[in-house]
């Protein structure tokens, strides 16, 4: 596959911003980028991005499938992006992520015909598996990237880590960050850089867009939001995942200090038929990673779709 120079990314022209509503009103961004004559379109893909993503921050991975003849769909989780009706202290569940998942899932799959697949990254990666353990997203086939199946709460056990937010949530501190970022962690080179990708430019790519958007910058997750994505991974059980009965690849990085690599393994294996790829140098943002990994997880992804979800 060529290697092209990394460049940002805006709203491409031809893409098209609305907005979705959630069935409790809430306002969420929509980005559709369809293939000029729709009876020529590949299929339908719909991207879900992480806790602190944005529709741009993932404008390059979705260009490449667009290029490759798929109509393609992104959006902001509520509270993040632009679809910031409401901030993520307020969020005390991941239930209502599932919610709108799954009803944005059956109304896009209404809009065209199929196949209708869906990539997701680390927190949607979680929502997705929520939404397929539960029986309600109908797909032809999903890619989960780096997904959350647990948070890695190293050097702690995910116990102690658990019982810690579900304590200090108690008192009544929820809405609290659970840690402090120091702005030089924010730089490039920095070991918050190492842990998710190894592009620089990339890296710095995610710190302009906070720049021109600061809203879209959440910052670290706070207690309540801990507690809830805990509560949220308790339900991923190696027989709720059996239950799954579409194609489902899972791509993992196997030293990601933000989600446990264990916990997906585990997950690849409960889920019939499931495939696993796993990166041993690689950080959490697999998708934005330096081109000898991110090239090939992108062609591992096209190969996995052309087999399972074929035109």
């Known amino acids: 596959m060529e290697v092209v120079a990394f460049e940002r990314?805006?709203?491409?022209?031809?893409?098209?911003?609305?907005?979705?509503?959630a069935a409790d009103g809430w306002a969420y961004r929509r980005?559709?980028?369809?293939?000029?004559?729709?009876?020529?379109?590949r299929g339908n893909l719909l991207f879900a991005g992480g806790r602190g993503d944005f529709i741009e921050k993932y404008l390059e991975a979705c260009g490449h499938w667009h290029a490759r003849g798929w109509n393609v769909t992104m959006f902001d989780w509520r509270g993040q992006g632009g679809s910031q009706e409401i901030v993520e202290t307020q969020l005390g569940s991941l239930d209502p992520l599932v919610d709108d998942l799954t009803a944005l899932v059956a109304d896009w799959r209404s809009e065209?015909?199929?196949?209708?697949?869906?990539?997701?990254?680390?927190?949607g990666g979680h929502i997705l598996l929520r939404t397929l353990?539960?029986?309600e997203a109908q797909l032809d086939a999903a890619v989960l990237v780096a997904p959350m199946v647990m948070i890695n709460a190293r050097p702690l056990p995910r116990f102690a880590a658990s019982h810690i937010a579900s304590f200090i949530t108690g008192l009544g501190l929820g809405g609290r960050p659970a840690w402090k970022t120091p702005r030089r962690l924010m730089q490039t080179g920095s070991r918050r850089q190492a842990f998710l990708t190894s592009s620089p430019e990339r890296y710095e790519d995610?710190?302009?867009?906070?720049?021109?958007?600061?809203?879209?910058?959440?910052?670290?997750?706070?207690?309540?939001?801990?507690r809830a994505a805990y509560r949220s991974s308790a339900r991923l059980t190696p027989a709720s995942l059996s239950t799954i009965r579409i194609p489902l690849l899972f791509i993992a990085a196997s030293h990601d200090r933000l989600v446990s690599s264990a916990a997906i393994r585990r997950a690849a294996a409960a889920v019939p038929g499931a495939e696993l790829l796993i990166f041993e140098r690689a950080g959490h943002e697999i998708l934005r990673e330096s081109d000898p990994v991110r090239l090939e997880a992108l062609a591992r992804i096209d190969s996995f779709l052309d087999q399972r979800a074929p035109a």
């Open 112 to 123: 065209s015909a199929g196949p209708h697949v869906v990539v997701a990254h680390s927190m």
């Open 31 to 41: 980005m559709d980028w369809r293939q000029p004559r729709q009876a020529g379109a």
């Open 206 to 226: 995610e710190a302009w867009w906070w720049r021109e958007h600061p809203g879209y910058h959440l910052g670290a997750p706070s207690w309540g939001w801990l």
């Open 133 to 135: 353990v539960e029986g």
């Open 9 to 21: 990314r805006r709203i491409p022209e031809g893409a098209i911003l609305s907005t979705w509503r």
